[in-house]
């Protein structure tokens, strides 16, 4: 059902790959709540993914962006502005990697250019991508940008690895930029802290079915899902929250305040009482 929430609004999402991602999501509820935008991604993952049928899909144009490079957002950023004839909206930062994760090195064992690799891409892009949109002054008051982020920056999820600590540079991130952007241009900026989800990048980290599993088993309204987020970024992108900026935001069905469940004990319970029958 569509409301109209993003009506004249227009922005710049980064980081849809395909139909299982969540900025592919968030990129068809834009589109369904009126709103226009440039879809952006690094070539390489373009190449992988099936963004051009999501161009078609929502009327959007495509602009290829290495987040990570000064240059290519500040071309992206002129382009989109050029495109969508005017200032920004709202931008969602949905991109994350970890070539340890990638390449199975333990967080003990860190092979730490691959470490800083993945800082640069999944956290560090953050801050250069509102850096670039504030010294161009391309926000429009009162926009919103959002990030999407995990519980493992607060609590330790071993085989999350060292996405554990890019994710908490990108919520550190996302504050302190955020007090500028706030006091200087009237422009929000939250993170999505969102339940573990089966997109194409997720279910690279180790024992990703467990996580899984064990999230359903703790959240009393089970894991959001993809489509569950983009819904939640809509809100976020809409004029309803326009003085909620700063925060770390749980979408994830309570599991982030929940000590243990009675699913969580039964399933421990019934595992204890096999072994002893062994």
């Known amino acids: 059902m569509s409301y109209n929430l993003l009506k004249g609004k227009k922005g710049i999402i980064f980081g849809a790959l395909d139909p299982n991602s969540i900025a592919w ?5 834009v589109h369904e709540e009126g709103g226009e935008f440039v879809l952006t991604n690094a070539p390489i993952a373009m190449r992988m993914g099936q963004i051009n049928k999501l161009a078609e899909q929502t009327g959007a144009k495509v602009i290829p962006a290495d987040a990570t490079s ?3 957002l500040k071309n992206l950023v002129e382009q989109s502005m050029e495109i969508l004839g005017g200032k920004i909206d709202f931008v969602l930062h949905s991109i994350g990697m970890s070539v340890n994760v990638r390449k199975g090195r333990p967080y003990t064992d860190q092979k730490y250019d691959w470490t800083q690799k993945g800082t640069d891409v999944s956290a560090m892009s953050f801050h250069k991508v509102m850096q670039t949109l504030f010294k161009a002054d391309a926000m429009n008051e009162w926009g919103s940008i959002v990030a999407l982020t995990y519980m493992a920056a607060q609590r ?3 085989d999350y690895n060292d996405m554990a600590d890019n994710k908490a540079y990108l919520e550190s991130i996302a504050r302190s930029f955020g007090y500028f952007f706030g006091r200087d241009k009237k422009v929000r ?3 999505i802290s969102q339940s573990p989800t089966p997109t194409t990048a997720g279910q690279g980290v180790k024992g990703f079915d467990g996580f899984i599993s064990y ?6 309204l089970g894991n959001a899902t ?15 929250t326009k003085r909620v900026t700063l925060q770390n935001l749980y979408n994830d069905g309570g599991f982030s305040n929940v000590g243990v469940s009675d699913a969580v004990m039964e399933a421990f319970i019934t595992s204890q009482e096999a072994e002893i029958a062994k």
């Open 25 to 29: 999501k968030t990129a068809e509820r």
């Open 70 to 72: 000064e240059e290519d």
């Open 156 to 158: 330790v999820f071993p």
């Open 189 to 191: 900026v939250n993170t």
């Open 215 to 220: 999230a359903e088993k703790m959240s009393p």
């Open 226 to 240: 993809a489509l569950d987020c983009a819904n939640y970024t809509v809100t976020l992108f809409s004029d309803l």
